[in-house]
């Protein structure tokens, strides 16, 4: 079975900072994608990134980036030029290649950091 | 990205009683998924719906305590029966993605059960 582990409950950054938050999984498979989530006080879950994990090359999305190290089975987020709107949990998610058993998605969630945004 | 309306996005109800959460989507899709959000907790899996068939559900879930509905393509509901305190949670549905990869969600329900 697949595991995520977001090892920092809560972190916090002064506006116009930089952040990184930390995520590790386990996995047997070679192939599959990680995510990561935002969900704000409104309860949306708003997809941040995706990496697959066949690319070695690092998703990017404007202030968001990620470091994925496939062999050490670690994949961070990095908040370029925080702002007060990334003030959220931040949940790493991962999914197998396929859907696995019986049509089940087996998307795996991390238990999620608390990110504030210090004015 | 799929536009997804997840009504109500509150509610409180009565110990003993049932709820039903409806999810509707834009566009057609094939599966669609019902989650468990615990207070302070991640999302768990409660099941998946696709449109014709009955429902798959996750160890620790069952049928006559969270029975779902597919009607179609675009339209899905979870109903929480005879609710107890411990149901109280945010209950989010979703979709995959285009590329049948992520998921995107509905803004999800806040239940109470007092």
């Known amino acids: 079975a697949q595991t995520v582990t977001q090892s920092q409950p809560e972190m916090s950054v002064q506006e116009a900072e930089t952040v990184t938050l930390s995520c590790t999984y386990d996995t047997s498979e070679s192939n599959y994608y990680l995510f990561w989530y935002k969900q704000p006080p409104s309860r949306q879950m708003i997809l941040v990134i995706r990496q697959e994990a066949y690319k070695q090359q690092n998703a990017t999305e404007n202030r968001f980036s990620v470091n994925f190290q496939k062999a050490a089975k670690s994949f961070s987020l990095k908040i370029s030029d925080s702002q007060l709107g990334d003030t959220a949990m931040y949940f790493c998610?991962?999914?197998?290649?396929?859907?696995?058993?019986?049509?089940?998605?087996?998307?795996?969630f991390g238990k999620g950091t608390k990110l504030s945004v210090i004015p | 990205s799929a536009v997804i309306s997840q009504k109500p996005s509150r509610d409180i109800c009565q110990r003993g009683t049932s709820l039903t959460i409806q999810c509707q989507v834009d566009s057609q899709v094939t599966m669609m998924f019902w989650y468990r959000q615990q207070p302070g907790q991640s999302l768990t899996l409660i099941a998946t719906a696709n449109q014709g068939s009955e429902a798959t559900y996750e160890s620790g879930f069952v049928i006559d305590k969270f029975p779902i509905s597919r009607p179609n393509l675009t339209f899905s509901t979870l109903t929480v029966s005879n609710m107890s305190p411990e149901d109280s949670s945010i209950y989010l549905c979703?979709?995959?993605?285009?590329?049948?990869?992520?998921?995107?969600f509905g803004q999800g329900t806040r239940l109470t059960v007092v």
């Open positions: 979703s979709v995959e993605g285009r590329e049948g990869v992520e998921a995107f």
């Open positions: 998610a991962f999914i197998g290649p396929a859907y696995s058993g019986a049509g089940s998605y087996q998307l795996t």
